[in-house]
C-alpha cells in the first residue's frame, strides 16, 4: 500500500518473507495510529504517499536493527561497569512518528493537528439542569444551584 520491499533495499538486507510481514505489520500500525490512512471515504494526495513512506521506512529498518549490538564489561582492579548498547525493541513507531502520522491525517481531512484526540477542559459559566420528564436542558445562569425536588425532576432555584 505505502511501502515495497524494494524500498528497503538500499538499507537493509532482510529476507523476503520476514519483510513481507515487517511491512504488514507496519502499515497495519500506521492505520491504527492515523486512521485516515485505510479510510475509503478518505482519498489520499499524492504527497501523502512519499511522506508515510518515509516513516515506515525509517521504522521498519529501525526494527530490523533491534537485537544488534554488543555488552562490554570493563574491569579495573576492584571495580567493573557493564556497558550494554544494543538496540532495545520497544514499540514499532516512536512518539514522534505517529505524531507525524496523525499530522498527515489532520492536513488530509482539514483538521487542526490533535483535534481529534483533544478534550476541552475549560470550565463552562453555566450550569445545566435537565428535567427527565421534558428531555430538554434547562440552561441556567451559573450563580443558580441545582437541588433535587423529587426523584423525576431537577429544579434550578
Known amino acids: 500500500m505505502f511501502i515495497k520491499p524494494e524500498d528497503l533495499a538500499p538499507f537493509a538486507t532482510i529476507e523476503a518473507t520476514k519483510l513481507a510481514a515487517m511491512i504488514e505489520d507496519a502499515e497495519a500500525q500506521a492505520c491504527l495510529a492515523a486512521p485516515c490512512l485505510n479510510d475509503p471515504s478518505v482519498t489520499l494526495p499524492e504527497w501523502v504517499f512519499p511522506a508515510v513512506k518515509s516513516i515506515l521506512r525509517g521504522a521498519i529498518i529501525r526494527w530490523d536493527d533491534s537485537g544488534s549490538g554488543a555488552v562490554q564489561q570493563q574491569t579495573a582492579g576492584p571495580f567493573s561497569m557493564m556497558l550494554d548498547n544494543r ?10 512518528e505517529i ?6 491525517c489532520a492536513k488530509v481531512t482539514n483538521q487542526k493537528p490533535g483535534a481529534a484526540w483533544s478534550v476541552s477542559m475549560a470550565p463552562t459559566n453555566s450550569v445545566v439542569c435537565a428535567k427527565k420528564v421534558a428531555a430538554k436542558p434547562v440552561i441556567a ?7 433535587p425536588q423529587s426523584h423525576s425532576t431537577r429544579a434550578c432555584a
Do not use: D, N
Not at 505524531?99 to 498527515?104: D, H, K
Open 141 to 147: 445562569p451559573a450563580l443558580r444551584s441545582c437541588t
Open 87 to 96: 538496540q532495545k525493541y520497544r514499540a514499532l513507531f516512536q512518539p514522534t
Open 99 to 104: 505524531e507525524q502520522l496523525r499530522a498527515v
